[in-house]
Nanobody
Framework: QVTLVESGGGSVQAGGSLRLSCVASGYLYSSPVMAWFRQAPGNEREGVASIFTRHTATLYADSVKGRFTISQDNAQNTVYLQMNSLSPGDTAMYYC???????????????WGQGTQVTVSS
């Protein structure tokens, strides 16, 4: 069992930055891939970024490449999502997920956090 707790969401103006954090606990060995997903009202869930925590390999959605950075602190069992140059289109609930496949497909992730809201105003 893995528990994920997100934090760091909030409201920001377009062009601003936020850093999301996801603290993981439990049996992490079976779920070495951490990822961030987002879902806006009326939209499908979208994979944003994922990281293979054992080797730091990463994967990004085209929509966030060059603006978002996923990173990890293994000592703290924490994964971060640094979000820069935010736009209103980035407004969504952001979820942390844990799994064992480096992908942006949500069905590959077994464990999910409760989410943190990001709102970007123009």
């Amino acid at each position: 069992q893995v528990t994920l707790v997100e934090s760091g969401g909030g409201s920001v103006q377009a062009g601003g930055s936020l850093r999301l954090s996801c603290v993981a606990s439990g049996y992490l060995y079976s779920s070495p891939v951490m990822a961030w997903f987002r879902q806006a009202p009326g939209n499908e869930r979208e994979g944003v970024a994922s990281i293979f925590t054992r080797h730091t390999a990463t994967l990004y959605a085209d929509s966030v490449k060059g603006r978002f950075t996923i990173s990890q602190d293994n000592a703290q069992n924490t994964v971060y999502l640094q979000m820069n140059s935010l736009s209103p289109g980035d407004t969504a609930m952001y979820y942390c997920a844990a799994g064992n496949l480096l992908t942006l497909r949500g069905e590959s992730f077994r464990y999910w956090g409760q989410g943190t809201q990001v709102t970007v105003s123009s």
